[in-house]
């Protein structure tokens, strides 16, 4: 018994010197190496999408326009937007603007620094609500299913999963409607302003639900598989269930623990998945947030405006997986990502 509390001890001990280690001089080293790491990679991101809204084929000025509108306005149009200068001029002086925190204005004159400041919250609240409910029902019913392999919560989850994998999220946003909106009555079919908490889960229920299944039916199964791998096969399952500790401590103390860290990884690299997902799904339910914003820029030829919500989504991602990364020293005090051959 004493040994047992020396354990605990010990492994409690080492969670609290992990904790200090990712606060400490090391892991901010860590932390600025990845940043700077992450510029060329939003760099290369900006141009590329520069690049392709440059190659679109249909004139800007024309689109704005409409048309009939006369050579005469076209031009002074393009020559207004800049769109008459080289490419490389164009995205030199963008870039240089974006440095000086301007994101420059849209084609229709409205200031881009607005317009993310007014949508980014929403679509980042939208994407927030479909990870957190995705993963926690996720880690509910994998433990389920984990518990008894082959059982019937197992086959349930197996069917759900199998359903959410094989449903795409626009497909499942119709049925969502059809259901919750148009039947019940729960939600409204078309998402409004959200101006609080209430407003926030009535107006972005469904469109979460609609991102976050796909995702619950992803997470679910990998942590079920990796749960049932672990308690048939690891030596500490065994001990600890030599030691008499109920099976379902051992389940989630031990099995869920450990497969966290795969779940992490999944979660960094779903999230640039996310941006199609949520320009899909908001454009659905005429959310008010950049997603929408997205297709709507690209269907105006609007450069600046594509360009911003594109930088804001590469932030969002390359921060996403950073977390990721600091997530580990958290759960596993034994990374040391100060050392040398971490």
């Known amino acids: 018994m004493a040994l047992v509390q020396q354990t605990q001890l010990q492994r409690e001990a080492g969670a609290r010197n992990g904790a200090r280690r990712l ?3 090391p892991a901010l080293r ?3 190496r990845r940043l700077l790491a992450a510029v060329p990679v939003l760099v290369g991101v900006t141009f590329l999408t520069f690049s392709v809204m440059s190659a679109l084929p249909n004139d800007t000025a024309q689109a704005v326009l409409g048309l009939n509108a006369s050579p005469a306005a076209v031009a002074a149009l393009n020559h207004t937007l800049g769109l ?3 490419f490389w001029q164009r995205y030199w002086h963008w870039l240089v603007n974006v440095l000086h925190g301007n994101f420059g204005t849209t084609v229709q004159g409205a200031s881009v620094n607005h317009e993310l400041a007014v949508h980014v919250p929403t679509t980042l609240g939208l994407l927030l609500y479909a990870l957190v409910v995705s993963v926690a029902l996720a880690v509910i019913v994998a433990s389920l299913a984990a518990r008894r392999p082959n059982g019937i ?3 349930i989850s197996l069917a759900v999963s199998m359903l959410g994998l094989s449903t795409a999220p626009y497909v499942f946003a119709f049925l969502l409607i059809i259901v919750f909106a148009v039947k019940l009555s729960w939600f409204p079919v078309l998402s409004g302003p959200v101006t609080g908490p209430g407003s926030f889960f009535e107006n972005l229920t469904l469109p979460a639900c609609s991102i976050g299944f796909g995702l619950f039916a992803i997470y679910t199964r990998l942590l079920r598989a990796d749960m049932v791998e672990q308690m048939q096969r690891e030596d500490y399952i065994v ?4 030691k ?4 379902w401590r051992v389940l989630l103390r031990h099995a869920l623990r450990n497969s966290v860290f795969n779940l992490i990884t999944v979660i960094g690299l779903n999230l640039g998945g996310l941006v199609g997902a949520a320009a899909i799904i908001e454009t659905i339910f005429q959310v008010q947030g950049i997603g929408n914003d997205l297709l709507t820029g690209i269907s105006n030829h609007d450069a600046p405006l594509v360009e911003g919500i594109t930088l804001v ?3 969002v991602t390359v921060l996403g ?3 990721a990364d600091l997530a580990y020293a958290v759960l596993d005090p034994r990374i040391r990502y100060g050392s040398s051959n971490s």
């Open 23 to 25: 606060t400490g001089s």
């Open 30 to 32: 860590v932390v600025g």
């Open 84 to 86: 008459d200068q080289p």
């Open 153 to 155: 919560a197992d086959r």
């Open 239 to 242: 001990t600890a269930k030599a």
């Open 244 to 247: 008499g500790v109920p099976p």
């Open 313 to 315: 989504f590469a932030l």
């Open 321 to 323: 997986n950073l977390l």
